[in-house]
Structures are given as C-alpha cells and as structure tokens.
C-alpha cells in the first residue's frame, strides 16, 4: 500500500522560498505519476506540478511555471517541489498525490504554505 507524507511547509515572505517533500512508502512503479496539488481558502483544487517517477518527466501548470520545480529522488523515494519567487498567491494547503492509472487515487494529508511579509 502506497502511502504519502509531505513535509517542508511553513512561512515566507515574498520573494523568497520553499521546498516541499513527499515520502513514499510502499511500492513504487515506474509508470507512477506523482502530483502537486494546492487548494487555498474558498477556492477548487489547482494542479500544480507532476512527474513520472520512471522518466522524470514533468509537467509544470503555467500559473507557476519559471518559479516551481518538480524532482525526485529515487533512493530515497522522494518528490521535491521547489518553490521559488514566491506570492501571496501560493499560499495555500499543498497535497501531494500519486497516479497508478489514470486519475490520482493516493492522497497526502497536506502541508500549509503561507506566503505573507
């Protein structure tokens, strides 16, 4: 059973930056596509990133292209968010997800981000 764990949430002012991690326990295939999400308050879950555990292959949402990168490490069975050129705008909970077919059916529990001088 595959499970989630984010972590390296927290506060920063604008401009500055973050980097989330997502453990993942369980086993790990390399058609897996892992996922970023963020939900802020009031507001629908926006996608944010992805990769393909296998290639590295990533996708990034224009809404923070140039500023967010996805990564992982595969011996420690990790995904990184880099968050970078941060705005208020980005705070919000980010969720980390895992696709084992076509939709993300493996959530984490989340981690706040609050961007705010």
């Known amino acids: 059973q595959v499970q989630l764990v984010e972590s390296g949430g927290g506060s920063a002012q604008p401009g500055g930056s973050l980097r989330l991690s997502c453990a993942v326990s369980?086993?790990?295939?390399?058609?897996?596509?892992m996922g970023w999400f963020r939900q802020a308050p009031g507001k629908e879950r926006e996608f944010v990133a992805s990769?393909?555990?296998?290639?590295?292959?990533?996708v990034i949402a224009d809404s923070v292209k140039g500023r967010f990168t996805m990564s992982r490490d595969n011996a420690k069975n990790t995904v990184y968010l880099q968050m970078n050129s941060l705005k208020s705008e980005d705070t919000a909970v980010y969720y980390c997800?895992?696709?084992?077919?076509?939709?993300?059916?493996?959530w984490g529990q989340g981690t706040q981000v609050t961007v705010s001088r």
């Open positions: 997800a895992a696709s084992r077919g076509y939709d993300y059916d493996i």
């Open positions: 369980g086993s790990i295939f390399s058609y897996y596509r």
């Open positions: 990769i393909i555990w296998g290639t590295g292959y990533t």
